[in-house]
């Protein structure tokens, strides 16, 4: 019997989102991102923002279905782990609520991966009920989606995985095509990566500026750094951050909304994907609704 046994393997198909995007080489778009509506704009940057509640949800559904199955799966703590990911970058901040409530990766420590350590505790067989119970039985149906860039994506319709996107998603087939089309737009900026940085280097100087003056001698835009020099790694996988590093996340947040950072980014991606977006505004667009519902739903579960 055949099974996946990597435990990168399994965290990667129980992250449907940017945990699974893969950023492609892809070919710039001609149009001039000027001409993009702000709704589609607003739009592609909401859904590069996968919410971490989303990915703690699926990993509390996933424990809950395993344990069903007669197996004391624990937690997965990598899932509390998250933070919110917004093109690739971990510390662009959507909201002040949201700054206070994730802080900086780097004051959190790497913790046990107990998942990891559970697994290799099996008997070979109750591994083998592990993976039965993670993706259905061997032969069960498979679902695939072909993307634009050529790219395929596939996963099981059976199993705790999938029960747990269908419960957040309402389908695999949405979750899938969440994840597609993210990997579409991302992949279709080939080179923004570098334009991001050039402008996002402009506006340093009025960030450092603006972040003097709330008290904090930031270099660059590397608030992660200050935040570790400053409170150390002091918190475990799930645990919020102490205030002092709400404060720092919080003014973070104002002097990025004051240099336009979060906008600059979006429109270096944009410039560059234009015919992309403007033919599939309306993807676009309906997958944003779908994605507030989805978190909707991740809240739910993790409020029980």
Known sequence: ???????????????????????????????????ISEETLDAASTLTAFPPEISIAQALSVQECVRAAGLSMPFDSDAAQSTPLSYGLSNLFASADEA?????????????????????????????????????????????????????LSTSKEGCIADAQTALYGSVEDALAFTGLVNEYLSTA???GNERDAQVSALAPDYEECMDAQGYDVNDFDTPALALELF?????????????????AEADFECQTEVDLRDTVASAFASQSADWLKANEGRLLAMQEELKLVKERAVDIING
């Open 190 to 192: 080939g080179d923004a």
């Open 232 to 248: 150390g790694t002091y918190r475990a996988p799930g645990e919020a951050p102490r205030s002092e590093e709400q404060a720092l």
């Open 1 to 35: 019997m055949t099974r996946i046994n990597s435990r990168v393997q399994v965290r990667n198909l129980m992250v449907a989102g940017l945990g699974s995007v893969l950023l492609l080489a892809g070919c710039a778009g001609g149009a001039d991102a000027g001409e």
């Open 100 to 152: 206070r409530r994730t802080g900086y990766a780097t004051t959190i420590s790497e913790g046990t991966d107990v998942v990891g350590e559970w697994e290799k505790s099996l008997s070979s067989s109750d591994r083998e009920k592990y993976y039965s119970a993670l993706f259905g039985p061997d032969g069960g149906e498979q679902i695939e989606v072909s993307l634009d860039n050529g790219m395929k």
